[in-house]
């Protein structure tokens, strides 16, 4: 896991990429602390470099790309620059140094991420006649660029994000995994084309054409949601979707940009047919393994995420019974576990993590979580996230992050993308009621609506979703959105008249309640910006504290595709969520979090929390609203004990938002 960035000359205009570049990986030196290197080209040769973050055993060694100038001395006759931060998690030693260079020299390449099958792939590589004079990941997929050219993306099964600078076509070829587990951003004008693995390194680069995007704000305040499109919070930086793939052509100045992959789904009518299950149950499980032990692979100590609910307590679990098979060095006798813990009896799961702690064994830390200790905090995970927080769970993720970082613990598996996979929020009833009404098979229908039960859903957020869809089919005639948000939202008194008016056509009430059929609805929240965000929140947590999050439900690409290839009727059944995945870890799982009923995840009390900090948002607010001109600020402060004195007012959600976006605005702006 590390931080990559890189800057290409465009004009004549002095730039001088030897101090850009080094600011832009000083800027993202907390995803790796390890290690710090450069390249930089001119049309007759490259220069590599490093400075006082070097790994000391890199210097001046045998292989082309070992430092060998200090970036400080550096003059500026270099058009191009690539930087890489590194923690070191494969291959410990300076031959995992990057950027990598191929033997040539005419192939570099700048990665974040982990590729977990690179055994396999160097293993079949060997075969081809390759030598490697490292066991890094890296070097696999620099010569499987070699071989395979732009197709080397279909061989690997990981997370990544990465620039290779091939000399020879004089391109720049740049790549984001599959799902989305690892940023990359960029940012061209005329002067110069820019990547990076945060906003932050981004903005180090002189004379940055950037500013406030007042969309994604609408979209964070009014919407809920981050990075709906490919333009970020920072005008003219953009994000590489996921899937992914872009060539600058140097010689030309043409950037494009090309999806490399796309992932199919079941849309076969089936009914649930009990043998097929089996054989479906017995598939499922046998990936899950695989997924899971493919990420045990590293040169240095494992540990887990455990929040006790289903996603996490599956992974600690099997990891635990892979290791009582198979003894894994980098876990030790016993596995260790981080969960985070609240004042709140209804939204702290410490009751059901420990239920897995004493089924394992394993070594348990417990990151404890406030609201005072959460203001005291806010800033600094704001810096990392590079944007506002849309709700306090962000805090509670950073704090088991900073907990496993304290411990020593510098990478954790996590179970994020569960509920994605295997369909464990409530919209996915909905889809999966209209799919068989649609289909007819009232049967079904009413077995379900018998078990709902069993369910997280109700049949009130049933009838609500038909009601939201109700209303989007009336503002499809033209009556006005703007209307319908001040009957339904309270927030939007609060925003200011042009900038509602500017953005209303982004209002949507249904949302994800429109969409009919499981598999269609799993595939939405996959691919688009659902399970990104969270990955998003995810990373920068992690990173936060040079800690490598792995999530195997999110980009373990057999298991993806053979889930996705299965027909809904499997995947809720007999009003259970997630019914593939309670089954095949029958026996694996204590019996209560298999057959646990709510939905929590990274669970706070936010209005409890709220309530006791109102004051101190108050009072940032007052202190930082300035001439902002999208929101009426007064308007809010004068409301504010009305609000607060509700204590499920949704309006205080919108007030730590609009706190939240002030505080970005004062640390990047």
């Keep these: 896991m590390c931080g990559i960035a890189g800057i290409l000359k465009l004009s004549a205009k002095e730039i001088h990429l030897p101090s850009v570049i080094h600011q832009m990986t000083d800027a993202i030196k907390h995803r790796g602390p390890d290690d710090e290197g450069f390249v930089l080209f001119n049309k007759e040769e490259s220069v590599t470099a490093g400075s006082k973050d070097t790994q000391a055993t890199a210097w001046n060694r045998e292989f082309n790309y070992s430092p060998k100038e200090s970036i400080e001395n550096l003059n500026n006759d270099c058009s191009l620059a690539f930087g890489h931060r590194r923690l070191s998690v494969i291959d410990l030693s300076e031959y995992a140094h990057q950027p990598m ?71 720049l070829f740049g790549a984001r995994d599959r799902f989305g587990v690892k940023p990359l951003y960029y940012y061209k004008d005329e002067n110069v084309f820019a990547f990076a693995s945060e906003h932050k390194a981004l903005l180090k680069i002189p004379d940055i054409n950037t500013g406030v995007n007042e969309s994604a704000v609408f979209e964070h305040l009014f919407l809920n949601l981050v990075e709906l499109e490919a333009e970020s919070f920072f005008k003219n930086i953009f994000e590489l979707l996921p899937a992914h793939s872009f060539i600058f052509d140097i010689n030309t100045g043409s950037f494009t940009i090309n999806k490399y992959y796309q992932l199919d789904y079941n849309t076969q009518k089936t009914s649930f047919d009990e043998q097929s299950f089996v054989d479906l149950v017995n598939n499922t499980k046998k990936l899950m393994y695989d997924a899971v032990d493919i990420r045990l692979r590293s040169d240095i100590p494992i540990g887990f995420c455990l929040s006790g609910g289903l996603d996490s307590s599956s992974i600690v679990c099997m990891a635990s019974d892979i290791n009582n098979k198979k003894a894994v060095n980098n876990l030790g006798e016993h596995l260790t576990a981080f969960t985070a813990t609240n004042q709140l ?41 590079d944007i506002p927080l849309l709700s306090t769970s962000t805090y509670a993720q950073y704090k088991v992050m900073q907990a496993a970082g304290q411990s ?5 598996i996590d179970g994020q993308g569960g509920d994605e996979l295997f369909a464990g929020y409530a919209p996915f009833f909905s889809a999966y009621y209209a799919e068989l009404i649609q289909a007819m098979d009232l049967s079904s229908f009413i077995n379900e609506i ?66 009919t059929g499981v598999n ?95 004051q101190q948002m108050k009072q940032k607010i007052i202190e930082l609203k300035g001439d902002d001109k999208l929101v009426d600020a007064d308007k809010l402060i004068n409301d504010w004990d009305m609000i607060f004195s509700n204590p499920t007012d949704k309006r205080q959600d919108f007030a730590f938002k609009y706190m939240n976006y002030l505080i970005w605005k004062k640390i990047f702006f």
């Design 450 to 515: 018998k078990n709902i039960d069993n369910s997280p859903t109700t049949i009130e957020v049933f009838i609500k979703s038909l009601f939201k869809s109700g209303i989007d089919k009336v503002l499809s005639t033209g009556i006005s959105k703007k209307y319908f948000s001040h009957l339904f939202k309270g927030e939007t008194s609060y925003l200011n008249e042009d900038f509602l008016n500017k953005y209303q056509h982004k209002i949507k009430f249904a949302g994800d309640y429109k969409i």
């Design 101 to 171: 260079c191929n033997n040539d020299a005419d192939v570099w390449i700048t990665l974040n991420g982990e590729i977990y099958n690179y055994i396999e792939i160097q293993n079949e590589l060997k075969d081809k006649g390759h030598h490697f004079i490292s066991q890094s990941d890296t070097e696999v997929l620099l010569k499987a660029y070699e071989v395979w050219g732009f197709d080397c993306l279909n061989h690997l099964n990981g997370m990544f994000s990465f620039v290779i600078y091939d000399k020879k076509k004089n391109i």
């Design 345 to 385: 009896k209804e939204t702290n799961e410490e009751a059901w993590a420990e239920m897995v702690v004493d089924k394992t064994g394993a070594n348990w830390i417990k990151a404890s979580c406030t609201a005072d200790d959460m203001m005291k905090e806010l800033e600094n995970i704001i810096y990392h996230q």
């Design 520 to 614: 269609k609805l799993l595939h939405y929240f996959f691919t688009q910006h659902y399970l990104k965000n969270l990955l998003r929140w995810e990373d920068r947590c992690s990173m936060a504290f040079s800690v490598e999050s792995r999530t195997p439900f999110s980009d373990d690409i057999k298991l993806i595709e053979y889930l996705f290839s299965i027909p809904s009727a499997y995947k809720i059944h007999n009003g259970w969520s997630k019914y593939l995945l309670r089954t095949s870890m029958n026996g694996i799982l204590p019996d209560a979090i298999k057959n646990r009923k709510d939905k929590m995840g990274f669970s706070t009390p936010q209005y409890l929390w709220l309530k006791e900090i109102n």
């Design 408 to 412: 020593g613990i510098h990478i954790l």
